[in-house]
């Protein structure tokens, strides 16, 4: 399966702490996408981080890439209840491929106020 | 403007019996998307439309499962003789155009409940 793997499965923490979601995939990927979901709903895109990029930020948000080991993480700072939701990650299939994208497991994130 | 519509948002079904769920996506998206979501699972990939392209349809189940894409907007999923095992949220996406190896970010309709009694 060209599927990676996100830890942890779930996360409880209380307002105002940090966050961190794990990302692991299998192959080479040009781009990788964070999203996020609501119970009940859709997934909506958080952040899009480049092969040759290490880093990226947005607002709360913060998300790192490491092409040698295959991983990225997403890092939410000062966490509100609002931020609870699943997390994803999402890449395309091959470096070399783009169009479909293979979502992780997720990460369930729970915040309580 | 509006997202990404899907219709209905809940559907039961009698096991055996066929059913179409239908997908709006965003005006001016080339690019659409199906997958299916079991309770507390991540997203499966069904199929994938890109313009006038053949679709990728790689993650089909099985023969059962079939979509199209008429006039590059609307798509619709059909499950024929549907199974128990088939019951799941399936998310409708579109994107803008996927060019060369870059993946356009996915905008995701809500979903359509589907249980299969």
């Known amino acids: 399966s060209q599927q990676g793997e996100e830890d942890p499965q779930a996360l409880s923490i209380q307002e105002g702490e940090n966050a961190t979601m794990n990302c692991s995939y299998k192959?080479?990927?040009?781009?990788l996408q964070w999203y996020r979901q609501n119970s009940g709903r859709g997934l909506v895109h958080l952040i899009l981080?480049?092969?040759?990029?290490r880093e990226k930020h947005s607002g709360r948000l913060r998300v790192t890439l490491d092409t040698s080991k295959k991983s990225s993480s997403l890092l939410i700072t000062a966490s509100r209840a609002a931020d609870t939701a699943s997390y994803f990650c999402?890449?395309?299939?091959?470096?070399?491929?783009?169009?479909?994208?293979?979502f992780g497991q997720g990460t369930e994130l729970s915040v309580k106020p | 403007g509006a997202g990404v519509s899907q219709s209905p948002s809940n559907k039961v079904t009698e096991k055996g019996k066929d059913v179409e769920l239908r997908c709006d996506p965003i005006s001016g998206h080339t690019a659409l998307y199906w997958y299916r979501q079991s309770l507390g699972q991540g997203l499966e990939f069904l199929i994938y439309?890109?313009?006038?392209?053949?679709?990728?349809k790689s993650g089909l189940p099985s023969d059962r499962f079939s979509a199209e894409r008429t006039g590059g907007s609307v798509s619709t999923l059909t499950i024929q003789r549907t199974q128990q095992e088939d019951s799941a949220v399936y998310l409708c996406?579109?994107?803008?155009?996927?060019?060369?190896?870059?993946?356009?970010?996915?905008?995701f309709g809500n979903g359509t409940r589907l249980t299969v009694t």
């Open positions: 996406a579109s994107s803008l155009p996927n060019w060369g190896s870059y993946n356009s970010p996915l905008h």
């Open positions: 981080i480049r092969s040759n990029e």
């Open positions: 439309f890109q313009g006038n392209s053949a679709p990728d």
């Open positions: 192959t080479s990927i040009n781009n």
């Open positions: 999402a890449h395309g299939p091959n470096y070399n491929q783009g169009g479909k994208l293979i």
